[in-house]
């Protein structure tokens, strides 16, 4: 491995559960509502009438058939790529493999990974806002140079920067938990991403750009909670 494997935070074990059809996290004897249960709370009228339309063109049938492969495809991916990041993994068994989710983790690996990740904090790690949210990103470490939170993604086809506002919202939020809790100067979100043709994209904010983000999940966090108290 060209990074090392820094255990310098203690992530915190929780347990999930769904508490009124939200995701929650159990930390700390507190029950926080997830990241994405939030964002998925707090949809847009445009969005959900976008994801409306597109199961009417398609089939709710269709629909869930794609929502279904590219869910366990992507929870393949991640497997493969917290192994690999933990020293658990031979690359070369994943390049000998036909399987999809192994060959897209070895684009991310090939061209995400290797020579720009320095060093690792923890992978699938639990982090919470006390009081607020919580959440679990897939790595955090330094990347580039800069202490990072890396998450990894799985598209159907190419993304484009206009669409994955909810990517740098998760980004936003698992950063900021972070620095709160363990006082970590993290300045960067990374997104690595691969289509299921075995297309390389990533995407980052950091500076202002991701304190931009931070500020607005912590608004959909007040929206979250106002609205249930109403």
């Known amino acids: 491995m060209s990074w090392k494997i820094n255990n310098k935070f203690v992530y915190p074990k929780s347990m999930r559960s769904i508490i009124n059809g939200s995701r929650h996290y159990s930390?700390?004897?507190?029950?926080?509502?997830?990241?994405?249960?939030?964002?998925?709370?707090?949809?847009?009228?445009?969005?959900?009438?976008s994801i409306a339309n597109w199961k009417e063109r398609v089939g709710v049938q269709e629909a869930n058939r794609i929502k279904k492969d590219a869910s366990s495809r992507?929870?393949?991916?991640?497997?493969?790529?917290?192994?690999?990041?933990?020293g658990k993994l031979n690359l070369e068994?994943?390049?000998l493999s036909e399987d999809?989710?192994?060959?897209?983790?070895?684009?991310?690996?090939?061209?995400?990974?290797?020579?720009?990740?320095?060093?690792?904090?923890?992978?699938?790690?639990?982090l919470y806002y006390p009081g607020k949210y919580a959440g679990t990103c897939d790595a955090c470490?330094?990347?580039?140079?800069?202490?990072?939170?890396?998450?990894?993604?799985?598209s159907n086809k190419l993304k484009r920067e206009e669409w994955i506002e909810d990517y740098y919202l998760q980004l936003g939020a698992y950063s900021l938990a972070h620095n709160v809790v363990y006082n970590s100067r993290i300045t960067q979100g990374i997104i690595l991403l691969c289509t299921v043709d075995n297309v390389f994209q990533d995407f980052r904010i950091e500076g202002e750009k991701l304190i931009k983000y931070q500020n607005k999940f912590l608004e959909k966090v007040n929206q979250y909670y106002n609205e249930r108290m109403t």
């Open 100 to 126: 999809k989710s192994k060959l897209m983790a070895d684009e991310i690996i090939e061209n995400g990974i290797k020579n720009k990740l320095s060093e690792i904090w923890g992978t699938e790690a639990t």
């Open 141 to 154: 470490g330094v990347y580039e140079g800069q202490e990072s939170i890396i998450d990894f993604k799985q």
């Open 93 to 95: 068994l994943i390049e």
């Open 27 to 49: 930390i700390k004897e507190q029950n926080l509502p997830s990241v994405t249960s939030i964002l998925k709370a707090t949809e847009s009228d445009e969005k959900k009438a």
């Open 74 to 86: 992507g929870t393949s991916m991640h497997a493969y790529l917290e192994k690999f990041l933990l």
